[in-house]
């Protein structure tokens, strides 16, 4: 299974904790609903950060 370090899944459970509030938004400002668009936004974030986020597999 791939690592992610401590920072990556920390804003990850942000980013899950922001849509279960209503309050995580989509690029173009639409509100997330999906669990996984919700996750990838939260790697997304921590890959800016330059934490340890494995390549996703193909």
Known sequence: MAKYSKKASEKVEEAMHEMKEGKLKTGTG?????RKQAIAIGLSEAKKLGAKVPKPKE
């Not at 639409?30 to 999906?34: D, H, N, Q």
């Open 30 to 34: 639409k509100k997330v609903t999906s």
